[in-house]
Protein backbone atom coordinates (compact mmCIF):
# COMPACT_ATOMS: atom_id res chain seq x y z
CA UNK A 1 0.00 0.00 0.00
CA UNK A 2 2.69 1.91 -0.21
CA UNK A 3 2.57 5.86 -2.03
CA UNK A 4 4.26 4.45 -5.72
CA UNK A 5 1.91 1.99 -6.01
CA UNK A 6 0.69 1.48 -9.59
CA UNK A 7 -3.07 1.12 -9.60
CA UNK A 8 -4.08 1.58 -13.42
CA UNK A 9 -2.43 0.55 -16.26
CA UNK A 10 -0.49 3.44 -17.92
CA UNK A 11 0.94 4.08 -21.39
CA UNK A 12 3.46 6.38 -22.52
CA UNK A 13 2.41 8.83 -25.02
CA UNK A 14 5.72 10.89 -26.27
CA UNK A 15 7.52 12.36 -22.69
CA UNK A 16 4.04 12.53 -21.01
CA UNK A 17 1.90 9.13 -19.18
CA UNK A 18 -1.44 8.82 -19.24
CA UNK A 19 -3.45 6.36 -17.68
CA UNK A 20 -5.32 3.34 -19.48
CA UNK A 21 -7.81 0.39 -19.33
CA UNK A 22 -6.28 -3.01 -19.45
CA UNK A 23 -7.14 -3.83 -23.46
CA UNK A 24 -5.58 -0.87 -24.42
CA UNK A 25 -2.46 -0.87 -22.35
CA UNK A 26 -2.31 -4.99 -23.26
CA UNK A 27 -2.76 -4.50 -26.93
CA UNK A 28 0.15 -1.63 -26.52
CA UNK A 29 2.52 -4.02 -25.47
CA UNK A 30 2.05 -6.93 -27.68
CA UNK A 31 1.90 -4.51 -30.47
CA UNK A 32 5.30 -3.07 -29.40
CA UNK A 33 6.78 -6.47 -28.82
CA UNK A 34 5.70 -7.27 -32.04
CA UNK A 35 6.86 -4.35 -33.85
CA UNK A 36 10.45 -4.79 -32.31
CA UNK A 37 10.74 -8.30 -33.62
CA UNK A 38 9.26 -7.81 -37.39
CA UNK A 39 12.17 -4.67 -37.50
CA UNK A 40 15.15 -6.58 -35.58
CA UNK A 41 14.71 -10.35 -35.04
CA UNK A 42 13.97 -12.45 -32.45
CA UNK A 43 17.04 -12.12 -30.88
CA UNK A 44 15.52 -8.65 -30.33
CA UNK A 45 13.46 -9.51 -27.81
CA UNK A 46 14.34 -10.42 -24.13
CA UNK A 47 13.02 -10.74 -20.06
CA UNK A 48 14.56 -9.44 -17.07
CA UNK A 49 12.56 -11.55 -13.90
CA UNK A 50 12.81 -11.39 -10.11
CA UNK A 51 14.00 -14.38 -8.16
CA UNK A 52 11.23 -13.46 -6.02
CA UNK A 53 8.26 -14.22 -8.83
CA UNK A 54 6.09 -17.13 -8.86
CA UNK A 55 6.89 -20.85 -10.67
CA UNK A 56 3.95 -19.74 -12.56
CA UNK A 57 4.98 -16.58 -13.36
CA UNK A 58 8.83 -17.01 -14.21
CA UNK A 59 8.03 -20.33 -16.28
CA UNK A 60 5.09 -18.04 -18.46
CA UNK A 61 7.88 -15.30 -18.88
CA UNK A 62 10.52 -17.91 -20.66
CA UNK A 63 7.61 -19.48 -22.61
CA UNK A 64 6.41 -16.43 -23.70
CA UNK A 65 10.22 -15.30 -24.74
CA UNK A 66 11.12 -18.77 -26.35
CA UNK A 67 7.40 -19.26 -28.42
CA UNK A 68 8.65 -15.69 -30.03
CA UNK A 69 12.33 -17.25 -30.72
CA UNK A 70 14.38 -15.59 -28.28
CA UNK A 71 16.72 -17.06 -24.85
CA UNK A 72 17.16 -13.56 -23.30
CA UNK A 73 15.77 -14.29 -20.46
CA UNK A 74 17.56 -14.08 -16.99
CA UNK A 75 16.59 -13.92 -13.03
CA UNK A 76 20.47 -13.41 -11.93
CA UNK A 77 20.26 -9.69 -11.70
CA UNK A 78 22.68 -9.71 -9.40
CA UNK A 79 25.42 -12.00 -10.56
CA UNK A 80 29.02 -10.87 -12.25
CA UNK A 81 30.31 -14.22 -13.56
CA UNK A 82 28.64 -16.40 -16.09
CA UNK A 83 31.42 -18.46 -17.24
CA UNK A 84 30.18 -21.13 -15.47
CA UNK A 85 26.40 -21.66 -17.08
CA UNK A 86 27.59 -24.65 -18.85
CA UNK A 87 28.69 -26.68 -16.26
CA UNK A 88 25.90 -25.26 -13.81
CA UNK A 89 23.29 -27.52 -11.68
CA UNK A 90 19.97 -27.80 -12.99
CA UNK A 91 19.05 -26.52 -9.89
CA UNK A 92 21.16 -25.13 -7.69
CA UNK A 93 19.86 -26.30 -4.23
CA UNK A 94 21.53 -26.53 -0.34
CA UNK A 95 22.78 -29.78 -1.06
CA UNK A 96 21.06 -31.38 2.17
CA UNK A 97 17.39 -31.03 4.03
CA UNK A 98 16.79 -28.22 6.02
CA UNK A 99 16.03 -30.51 9.22
CA UNK A 100 19.30 -31.61 8.95
CA UNK A 101 21.11 -28.68 9.40
CA UNK A 102 21.22 -28.83 13.38
CA UNK A 103 22.64 -32.04 13.33
CA UNK A 104 26.01 -31.12 11.55
CA UNK A 105 29.38 -31.97 13.08
CA UNK A 106 30.96 -29.33 10.60
CA UNK A 107 30.44 -27.06 8.18
CA UNK A 108 32.43 -24.33 5.79
CA UNK A 109 30.49 -21.56 4.84
CA UNK A 110 31.34 -19.39 1.91
CA UNK A 111 30.70 -16.00 1.56
CA UNK A 112 27.62 -15.30 3.37
CA UNK A 113 26.93 -13.11 5.94
CA UNK A 114 24.47 -15.47 8.04
CA UNK A 115 22.29 -13.45 11.08
CA UNK A 116 21.22 -10.85 7.14
CA UNK A 117 21.53 -12.84 4.57
CA UNK A 118 19.48 -15.77 6.19
CA UNK A 119 18.57 -15.86 9.88
CA UNK A 120 16.96 -19.10 9.69
CA UNK A 121 19.76 -20.45 8.39
CA UNK A 122 21.94 -19.07 10.97
CA UNK A 123 19.92 -20.21 13.94
CA UNK A 124 20.67 -23.74 12.68
CA UNK A 125 23.97 -23.04 12.52
CA UNK A 126 23.80 -22.12 16.16
CA UNK A 127 21.49 -24.56 16.99
CA UNK A 128 24.36 -27.55 15.50
CA UNK A 129 27.31 -25.69 17.66
CA UNK A 130 25.82 -25.39 20.68
CA UNK A 131 23.36 -28.29 20.99
CA UNK A 132 25.92 -30.88 18.24
CA UNK A 133 29.83 -28.86 19.27
CA UNK A 134 29.65 -28.45 15.25
CA UNK A 135 33.31 -26.83 14.28
CA UNK A 136 31.62 -24.20 11.59
CA UNK A 137 34.43 -22.33 9.60
CA UNK A 138 33.60 -19.44 7.70
CA UNK A 139 35.36 -17.78 4.86
CA UNK A 140 33.97 -14.49 3.92
CA UNK A 141 34.59 -10.72 3.01
CA UNK A 142 34.62 -9.55 6.63
CA UNK A 143 34.08 -10.84 9.98
CA UNK A 144 30.62 -11.87 11.06
CA UNK A 145 28.56 -10.92 14.59
CA UNK A 146 27.73 -14.45 15.28
CA UNK A 147 25.22 -15.64 17.87
CA UNK A 148 27.35 -18.48 18.58
CA UNK A 149 31.41 -19.68 18.57
CA UNK A 150 32.74 -20.37 15.34
CA UNK A 151 35.64 -22.68 14.72
CA UNK A 152 37.13 -19.99 12.68
CA UNK A 153 36.42 -17.01 10.54
CA UNK A 154 39.13 -16.15 7.88
CA UNK A 155 38.30 -12.50 6.91
CA UNK A 156 40.68 -11.46 4.03
CA UNK A 157 38.51 -9.61 1.77
CA UNK A 158 36.44 -9.98 -1.56
CA UNK A 159 39.80 -11.36 -2.86
CA UNK A 160 40.94 -13.30 0.03
CA UNK A 161 37.37 -15.39 -0.66
CA UNK A 162 38.98 -17.30 -3.52
CA UNK A 163 42.57 -17.62 -1.88
CA UNK A 164 41.27 -19.13 1.49
CA UNK A 165 39.01 -21.46 -0.17
CA UNK A 166 42.50 -22.70 -2.30
CA UNK A 167 43.91 -23.24 0.78
CA UNK A 168 41.66 -25.12 2.63
CA UNK A 169 41.64 -27.70 -0.68
CA UNK A 170 45.40 -27.40 -0.89
CA UNK A 171 45.46 -28.41 2.61
CA UNK A 172 44.10 -31.70 2.28
CA UNK A 173 47.25 -32.68 0.25
CA UNK A 174 44.94 -34.50 -2.52
CA UNK A 175 44.71 -34.77 -6.09
CA UNK A 176 43.53 -31.88 -7.85
CA UNK A 177 41.64 -31.41 -11.07
CA UNK A 178 44.28 -29.82 -13.65
CA UNK A 179 41.53 -26.70 -13.99
CA UNK A 180 42.48 -26.04 -10.24
CA UNK A 181 46.01 -26.33 -9.93
CA UNK A 182 47.77 -23.53 -10.96
CA UNK A 183 44.87 -21.78 -8.28
CA UNK A 184 45.83 -23.94 -5.91
CA UNK A 185 49.58 -24.17 -6.51
CA UNK A 186 49.42 -20.05 -6.04
CA UNK A 187 48.09 -20.03 -2.27
CA UNK A 188 49.64 -20.64 1.16
CA UNK A 189 48.56 -22.96 3.61
CA UNK A 190 48.25 -22.04 7.56
CA UNK A 191 46.93 -23.76 10.47
CA UNK A 192 43.44 -22.78 10.16
CA UNK A 193 42.95 -23.95 6.27
CA UNK A 194 44.76 -27.33 7.63
CA UNK A 195 42.44 -27.04 10.65
CA UNK A 196 39.17 -26.53 8.42
CA UNK A 197 40.06 -29.05 5.92
CA UNK A 198 40.56 -31.75 8.68
CA UNK A 199 37.56 -30.66 10.41
CA UNK A 200 35.31 -31.42 7.33
CA UNK A 201 36.78 -35.09 6.65
CA UNK A 202 36.22 -36.11 9.88
CA UNK A 203 32.88 -35.09 10.44
CA UNK A 204 30.01 -37.86 10.32
CA UNK A 205 27.74 -35.19 8.46
CA UNK A 206 29.74 -31.59 7.00
CA UNK A 207 28.23 -29.15 4.73
CA UNK A 208 29.79 -26.75 2.63
CA UNK A 209 27.62 -24.07 1.52
CA UNK A 210 27.91 -20.41 -0.87
CA UNK A 211 25.86 -17.50 0.27
CA UNK A 212 25.21 -14.42 -1.63
CA UNK A 213 28.33 -13.16 -1.41
CA UNK A 214 30.25 -15.81 -3.09
CA UNK A 215 26.97 -15.81 -5.71
CA UNK A 216 28.26 -12.25 -6.22
CA UNK A 217 31.58 -12.61 -6.76
CA UNK A 218 33.53 -11.93 -9.92
CA UNK A 219 35.16 -15.26 -9.76
CA UNK A 220 32.11 -16.96 -8.81
CA UNK A 221 32.87 -20.21 -10.94
CA UNK A 222 36.05 -20.54 -9.59
CA UNK A 223 34.58 -20.51 -5.91
CA UNK A 224 31.83 -22.83 -7.49
CA UNK A 225 34.51 -25.24 -8.81
CA UNK A 226 36.72 -24.92 -5.65
CA UNK A 227 33.77 -25.74 -3.48
CA UNK A 228 32.90 -29.13 -5.01
CA UNK A 229 36.79 -30.56 -5.04
CA UNK A 230 36.98 -29.96 -1.46
CA UNK A 231 33.39 -31.01 -1.04
CA UNK A 232 34.57 -34.27 -3.27
CA UNK A 233 37.72 -34.70 -0.89
CA UNK A 234 36.33 -34.54 2.17
CA UNK A 235 32.76 -36.27 1.86
CA UNK A 236 30.72 -33.13 2.71
CA UNK A 237 27.82 -32.08 0.90
CA UNK A 238 27.62 -28.77 -1.28
CA UNK A 239 25.40 -26.30 -1.70
CA UNK A 240 24.09 -22.87 -2.37
CA UNK A 241 21.63 -20.72 -0.29
CA UNK A 242 19.61 -19.75 -3.05
CA UNK A 243 19.27 -16.07 -3.80
CA UNK A 244 15.40 -14.11 -3.65
CA UNK A 245 13.13 -16.07 -2.65
CA UNK A 246 12.24 -18.33 -5.35
CA UNK A 247 15.38 -18.90 -7.36
CA UNK A 248 15.41 -22.56 -7.29
CA UNK A 249 12.32 -22.25 -8.36
CA UNK A 250 13.45 -20.42 -12.06
CA UNK A 251 15.60 -22.55 -12.55
CA UNK A 252 13.12 -25.42 -12.63
CA UNK A 253 11.07 -22.83 -14.66
CA UNK A 254 13.84 -22.29 -17.42
CA UNK A 255 14.31 -18.93 -16.27
CA UNK A 256 17.93 -18.75 -17.11
CA UNK A 257 19.16 -18.03 -21.03
CA UNK A 258 20.81 -21.28 -21.68
CA UNK A 259 17.85 -23.44 -20.16
CA UNK A 260 14.15 -24.28 -20.93
CA UNK A 261 12.15 -25.50 -18.27
CA UNK A 262 13.25 -29.26 -16.53
CA UNK A 263 17.00 -28.00 -17.34
CA UNK A 264 17.00 -29.07 -20.78
CA UNK A 265 19.81 -27.01 -22.29
CA UNK A 266 18.91 -24.73 -25.06
CA UNK A 267 21.01 -22.27 -27.20
CA UNK A 268 22.10 -19.89 -24.87
CA UNK A 269 20.85 -16.41 -25.13
CA UNK A 270 21.69 -13.42 -23.55
CA UNK A 271 22.14 -13.68 -19.72
CA UNK A 272 21.10 -10.14 -17.25
CA UNK A 273 25.06 -8.84 -17.13
CA UNK A 274 24.34 -8.74 -21.47
CA UNK A 275 21.11 -7.11 -21.02
CA UNK A 276 22.13 -4.69 -18.48
CA UNK A 277 25.19 -3.64 -20.90
CA UNK A 278 23.81 -4.35 -24.26
CA UNK A 279 20.10 -4.61 -24.03
CA UNK A 280 17.53 -6.15 -26.84
CA UNK A 281 15.20 -3.14 -28.19
CA UNK A 282 11.87 -4.93 -27.10
CA UNK A 283 12.45 -5.81 -23.09
CA UNK A 284 9.91 -7.22 -20.71
CA UNK A 285 10.74 -6.48 -16.40
CA UNK A 286 8.80 -8.88 -14.16
CA UNK A 287 8.75 -7.34 -10.75
CA UNK A 288 12.14 -5.45 -11.21
CA UNK A 289 13.44 -2.50 -10.44
CA UNK A 290 16.41 -2.97 -11.72
CA UNK A 291 18.84 -0.29 -10.54
CA UNK A 292 18.19 -1.66 -6.98
CA UNK A 293 17.58 -5.40 -8.19
CA UNK A 294 21.07 -5.60 -9.81
CA UNK A 295 24.61 -5.28 -10.16
CA UNK A 296 24.36 -2.60 -12.75
CA UNK A 297 23.43 -0.22 -10.28
CA UNK A 298 23.19 3.43 -12.05
CA UNK A 299 24.26 1.77 -15.40
CA UNK A 300 20.78 -0.36 -15.64
CA UNK A 301 18.91 3.05 -15.81
CA UNK A 302 21.55 4.38 -18.58
CA UNK A 303 21.08 1.19 -20.06
CA UNK A 304 17.28 0.43 -21.01
CA UNK A 305 16.95 3.75 -21.77
CA UNK A 306 18.62 2.67 -25.09
CA UNK A 307 15.93 -0.01 -25.38
CA UNK A 308 13.30 0.95 -27.59
CA UNK A 309 10.16 -0.61 -25.99
CA UNK A 310 10.48 -1.71 -22.25
CA UNK A 311 7.02 -3.44 -21.06
CA UNK A 312 7.03 -3.68 -17.18
CA UNK A 313 5.02 -5.94 -15.02
CA UNK A 314 5.41 -4.00 -11.75
CA UNK A 315 3.22 -3.09 -8.20
CA UNK A 316 4.87 0.06 -8.28
CA UNK A 317 5.93 2.98 -10.11
CA UNK A 318 9.02 4.99 -9.66
CA UNK A 319 10.34 7.79 -11.47
CA UNK A 320 13.69 6.47 -13.05
CA UNK A 321 10.74 3.86 -14.23
CA UNK A 322 8.87 6.15 -16.04
CA UNK A 323 12.29 7.35 -17.80
CA UNK A 324 12.52 3.78 -19.52
CA UNK A 325 9.52 2.01 -19.75
CA UNK A 326 7.10 2.39 -22.41
CA UNK A 327 3.99 0.11 -20.58
CA UNK A 328 3.24 0.16 -17.08
CA UNK A 329 1.28 -3.34 -16.40
CA UNK A 330 0.40 -3.45 -12.71
CA UNK A 331 0.88 -6.63 -11.20
CA UNK A 332 -0.21 -8.09 -7.74
CA UNK A 333 2.51 -8.61 -5.30
CA UNK A 334 3.37 -11.88 -4.28
CA UNK A 335 0.63 -11.82 -1.07
CA UNK A 336 -1.76 -11.08 -3.98
CA UNK A 337 -2.11 -13.96 -6.21
CA UNK A 338 -1.62 -17.28 -6.38
CA UNK A 339 1.37 -19.11 -6.78
CA UNK A 340 4.18 -21.74 -6.04
CA UNK A 341 8.03 -20.78 -4.79
CA UNK A 342 10.46 -23.79 -4.26
CA UNK A 343 12.91 -23.40 -1.27
CA UNK A 344 16.30 -23.94 -1.22
CA UNK A 345 15.81 -27.47 -0.49
CA UNK A 346 13.60 -28.13 -3.63
CA UNK A 347 10.40 -28.03 -1.64
CA UNK A 348 7.42 -27.27 -3.25
CA UNK A 349 5.42 -24.85 -1.71
CA UNK A 350 1.99 -23.36 -3.24
CA UNK A 351 0.18 -20.88 -1.91
CA UNK A 352 -3.12 -18.91 -2.43
CA UNK A 353 -3.35 -15.05 -2.57
CA UNK A 354 -4.34 -13.62 0.82
CA UNK A 355 -4.94 -9.99 0.79
CA UNK A 356 -7.20 -8.11 -2.51
CA UNK A 357 -5.25 -7.07 -5.06
CA UNK A 358 -4.96 -3.27 -5.12
CA UNK A 359 -6.72 -0.88 -7.72
CA UNK A 360 -6.63 -2.42 -10.97
CA UNK A 361 -3.97 -4.63 -10.48
CA UNK A 362 -3.72 -8.59 -11.95
CA UNK A 363 -2.19 -11.31 -10.94
CA UNK A 364 1.29 -11.56 -13.28
CA UNK A 365 0.59 -14.90 -14.73
CA UNK A 366 -3.13 -13.88 -15.91
CA UNK A 367 -1.14 -10.92 -18.09
CA UNK A 368 1.34 -12.90 -19.37
CA UNK A 369 -0.93 -15.36 -20.53
CA UNK A 370 -3.21 -12.58 -21.86
CA UNK A 371 -0.19 -11.22 -23.68
CA UNK A 372 0.72 -14.78 -25.00
CA UNK A 373 -2.65 -15.18 -27.00
CA UNK A 374 -2.49 -11.50 -28.25
CA UNK A 375 0.85 -12.47 -29.70
CA UNK A 376 -0.38 -15.36 -31.24
CA UNK A 377 2.13 -18.03 -29.32
CA UNK A 378 0.34 -21.72 -28.74
CA UNK A 379 0.35 -23.15 -25.45
CA UNK A 380 -1.34 -19.88 -23.23
CA UNK A 381 -4.90 -21.30 -22.89
CA UNK A 382 -4.21 -21.92 -19.59
CA UNK A 383 -7.44 -21.62 -17.04
CA UNK A 384 -5.76 -21.28 -13.74
CA UNK A 385 -2.48 -21.41 -11.81
CA UNK A 386 -2.69 -24.95 -11.10
CA UNK A 387 -2.72 -25.86 -14.66
CA UNK A 388 0.45 -23.68 -15.23
CA UNK A 389 2.22 -25.65 -11.95
CA UNK A 390 1.37 -28.97 -13.20
CA UNK A 391 3.27 -27.50 -16.62
CA UNK A 392 6.03 -26.95 -15.13
CA UNK A 393 6.27 -30.03 -12.77
CA UNK A 394 5.57 -32.19 -16.17
CA UNK A 395 8.99 -30.80 -17.45
CA UNK A 396 10.53 -31.73 -13.95
CA UNK A 397 9.46 -34.63 -13.11
CA UNK A 398 13.14 -36.78 -14.09
CA UNK A 399 15.37 -33.95 -12.42
CA UNK A 400 17.85 -35.43 -10.86
CA UNK A 401 19.58 -32.46 -8.06
CA UNK A 402 23.51 -32.63 -8.13
CA UNK A 403 25.45 -29.50 -7.50
CA UNK A 404 29.02 -31.20 -8.51
CA UNK A 405 31.15 -28.40 -10.91
CA UNK A 406 33.78 -28.96 -13.23
CA UNK A 407 35.41 -26.64 -15.35
CA UNK A 408 36.79 -27.72 -18.79
CA UNK A 409 39.40 -25.46 -18.79
CA UNK A 410 42.28 -24.29 -16.51
CA UNK A 411 41.54 -21.19 -13.96
CA UNK A 412 44.53 -18.81 -13.75
CA UNK A 413 46.06 -18.09 -10.11
CA UNK A 414 44.64 -15.26 -8.69
CA UNK A 415 45.96 -11.94 -8.93
CA UNK A 416 45.20 -9.27 -5.80
CA UNK A 417 43.55 -6.12 -6.32
CA UNK A 418 45.24 -2.74 -5.63
CA UNK A 419 43.53 0.36 -3.69
CA UNK A 420 40.29 -0.25 -1.95
CA UNK A 421 38.09 -3.29 -3.21
CA UNK A 422 34.21 -2.78 -2.27
CA UNK A 423 32.51 -5.52 -0.70
CA UNK A 424 28.48 -4.86 -1.31
CA UNK A 425 26.26 -7.53 0.59
CA UNK A 426 22.59 -6.96 -0.27
CA UNK A 427 21.12 -4.56 2.60
CA UNK A 428 18.91 -6.84 4.82
CA UNK A 429 15.81 -5.31 4.44
CA UNK A 430 16.25 -4.25 0.60
CA UNK A 431 16.31 -7.88 -1.05
CA UNK A 432 12.85 -6.59 -2.95
CA UNK A 433 10.15 -3.99 -3.79
CA UNK A 434 8.23 -4.73 -0.64
CA UNK A 435 11.02 -4.16 1.65
CA UNK A 436 12.54 -1.22 0.39
CA UNK A 437 8.92 0.26 1.32
CA UNK A 438 8.49 -0.73 4.51
CA UNK A 439 9.08 2.24 6.57
CA UNK A 440 9.68 0.31 10.05
CA UNK A 441 12.31 -2.04 8.60
CA UNK A 442 13.72 1.02 7.09
CA UNK A 443 13.89 2.84 10.59
CA UNK A 444 16.04 0.16 12.83
CA UNK A 445 19.63 0.55 12.98
CA UNK A 446 20.11 -2.37 10.70
CA UNK A 447 19.00 -0.32 7.61
CA UNK A 448 20.41 2.87 8.57
CA UNK A 449 23.57 1.45 9.03
CA UNK A 450 23.47 0.14 5.51
CA UNK A 451 23.09 3.63 4.40
CA UNK A 452 26.96 4.07 5.92
CA UNK A 453 30.42 3.05 4.77
CA UNK A 454 32.17 0.91 6.89
CA UNK A 455 36.25 0.75 7.09
CA UNK A 456 38.53 -0.70 8.85
CA UNK A 457 40.61 1.20 11.99
CA UNK A 458 44.06 0.87 9.51
CA UNK A 459 42.30 2.53 6.13
CA UNK A 460 40.55 5.23 8.57
CA UNK A 461 43.67 6.32 9.99
CA UNK A 462 45.69 5.91 6.68
CA UNK A 463 42.80 8.91 5.11
CA UNK A 464 42.41 10.54 8.68
CA UNK A 465 38.69 9.36 9.03
CA UNK A 466 36.84 8.98 12.35
CA UNK A 467 33.39 7.95 13.09
CA UNK A 468 30.80 10.17 11.64
CA UNK A 469 33.49 11.42 9.04
CA UNK A 470 31.49 12.40 5.64
CA UNK A 471 33.31 11.04 2.42
CA UNK A 472 32.68 11.04 -1.05
CA UNK A 473 32.75 7.64 -2.81
CA UNK A 474 33.60 6.97 -6.34
CA UNK A 475 33.63 3.16 -7.97
CA UNK A 476 35.26 2.50 -11.29
CA UNK A 477 35.42 6.19 -12.22
CA UNK A 478 31.45 6.49 -11.99
CA UNK A 479 29.48 9.08 -10.29
CA UNK A 480 30.37 9.83 -6.50
CA UNK A 481 28.53 9.19 -3.78
CA UNK A 482 28.30 10.76 -0.15
CA UNK A 483 28.38 8.31 2.72
CA UNK A 484 28.70 8.44 6.41
CA UNK A 485 31.72 6.82 7.96
CA UNK A 486 31.66 3.88 10.60
CA UNK A 487 34.96 2.47 11.79
CA UNK A 488 34.17 -1.29 11.98
CA UNK A 489 36.95 -3.39 13.13
CA UNK A 490 35.46 -6.32 11.46
CA UNK A 491 36.43 -4.86 7.92
CA UNK A 492 39.84 -5.91 6.67
CA UNK A 493 42.51 -3.65 5.66
CA UNK A 494 41.83 -2.78 2.03
CA UNK A 495 37.87 -3.65 1.93
CA UNK A 496 34.82 -1.11 1.96
CA UNK A 497 31.67 -1.97 3.06
CA UNK A 498 29.28 -0.31 0.82
CA UNK A 499 25.82 -2.04 0.80
CA UNK A 500 23.56 -2.47 -2.08
CA UNK A 501 20.09 -2.83 -2.92
CA UNK A 502 19.52 0.78 -1.29
CA UNK A 503 19.34 4.39 -3.57
CA UNK A 504 21.88 6.27 -1.15
CA UNK A 505 24.24 3.43 -2.31
CA UNK A 506 23.41 3.18 -5.89
CA UNK A 507 26.77 4.22 -7.54
Not at 205 to 222: E, R, S, W
Not at 313 to 332: H, N, Q, R
Not at 452 to 458: D, E, F, G, I
Request: charged content about 20%.
Amino acid sequence: YAADRLKKPMLRDGEQWREVEWEEALEAAATQLRRVRQQHGDASLGALVSPNASLEELYLSQKLLRQLGSNNIDHRLRQIDFSGDEQAPVMPWLGLDIAAIPTLNAALIVGCEVRQEAPLFGHRLRVAAIENGAALYFVHSHQQNLTFDAAEQMANGVDGIVTDLAAVLKAGDVEVDSSLSEVVASVEVTDSHRATFNALKQAEHAAIVLGQIAQMHPQYFLLQALASAIADATGASFGYLTQGGNSAGAWLAGAVPHRQAGGQPVTAGMNAGDMLKNPPAGLLLLGVEPELDSAAGQDALNTLSKAESVVVLTPFVTDAMKKYATVLLPVGTHVETAGTWVNAEGRWQSVKGVASPVGESRPAWKVLRVLGNLMDVDGFDFLSVEEVRAEVQQACQDIILNNVVRAKTPFSAPVAREGLVRVAPVAMYSGDSIQRRAEPLQSTEIAQSARRVHVSPADAAGYTLSDGDYVHLTQDGYQSITLEVVVDEAIPTGTVLVASGIEETMT
